[in-house]
């Protein structure tokens, strides 16, 4: 589940996301404000991998984060079955979310549902509210400035039937391998194409800027998303953008990648990208996407970024910082997904992952949760720590979880760590649920 932490960080870019809406305090039994939440809700439901709406927070006040709700709002809305039914008489099928109460840094109160994108068909309007709703609506949050609207283009209609389509193809897929049946083969990958693919790397971060340079001085991950064949025209060139924009993917806190709308996305001919610098908040990456359907992505460990959390200090005698157990498992498993909606919308028969953990000497492997201690010392003296995984598309479409766990006991074993694949499973779904 969200937390304070996130949510602020969010805030503190004074302005909202795709994936987050901040609406003031209201209380549960008016039902103008009411009718406000149901549609923003309804809107992040039909937005892949859901939404947060934050509630007691004014949109021209996101950076004071205030005024915060009032302690009967707070009581109110943290009620979870009170505020399902009164979403529930505006939406079919209901809104699925979690409540999350939470205290600011500043003292503001606030409540945060966290919705889930919708299961099988989008969210309906199934009631009118004069002004607000309309009745066999369906609300959206489209590109370009966060709101809540009804479904404004064509685009945005193609983008939610898109969703529910492939939802529909995966569910077909997972049961095809439940069956034991086959779910494509493997193509392997030459050393012709695996040289096209570095070379293509090494020019697109050629000329690192600073916010590069920062990235390299610290621990970070180093990833590579690549199709099975190298085809410099794979992708559009009109459509390199919207790969990355449309396919990007939020389990919790931020996005991977995290494409700032704020800034422009700098085009190289062949291939476009952007450098985040933590300016704001502690978070930096730079992300580059290639009209051959190879993906780059530099992410700061946040370990480097948030030392102040107890929680993330390395205790082993010399070590000289840490990696955190958690923070590993989810970014891969959200690299996986990425690569599988990448793959999806490239039509590629299989694809590889290759990813690196950079700047680690003398680093220990923490858990990084005091509830979930490591009871041993796993230092690493290598500064580098490489996985892959190559796989059809079918089978990343059908298990992305099980590649990024792959993928992440690649990299655990080698620091000692052995742990079974269902643990960390257990572990990834009880901190989202936490």
Known sequence: MVTSVEVEEIL?????????EAKGPGDLSDKHFCAKIARAAMAMGNLRDGGLVCLGIEDAQLTAMTPGLSPQQLSEWSDYNNVHDALARYSEPPVAFHVAPLKLANGSDIVVLEVSEFDQVPHVCKK????ELQQGVVYVRPHGKPQSLAVPTAADMRELLDLAVTKGVREFIRRIGDAGLSLGAIK??????????AAEAEIAWADPSAVQEFILSKGHFDVSIRPSTFDPTQVHSAAVESLVVNNAVRLRGWPMPFVDHQNPIVRHGDWVGQDIEARVVPHSEAWRACESGQFLHRRVFKVDLAATDGQLQADAQGATGAVVVWEVLFYLIEVAEFAARMATTMGTDSISIEVSLEGIAGRQLISGDWNRELHDDYLIHTDRLEASETCSTAELL????GVGVALAQTLFKRFGLDLPDQVLIDWQEKTLQA
């Not at 503190?12 to 987050?20: D, I, N, Q, T």
């Not at 009118?128 to 002004?131: L, R, V």
């Not at 059908?398 to 979880?401: D, E, Q, Y």
């Open 398 to 401: 059908a298990n992305p979880r």
């Open 12 to 20: 503190a870019l004074g302005h909202e996301l795709r994936s987050f």
């Open 188 to 197: 392997s990958v030459d050393a012709a194409t695996r040289d096209a693919f």
């Open 128 to 131: 009118d509210y004069p002004g």
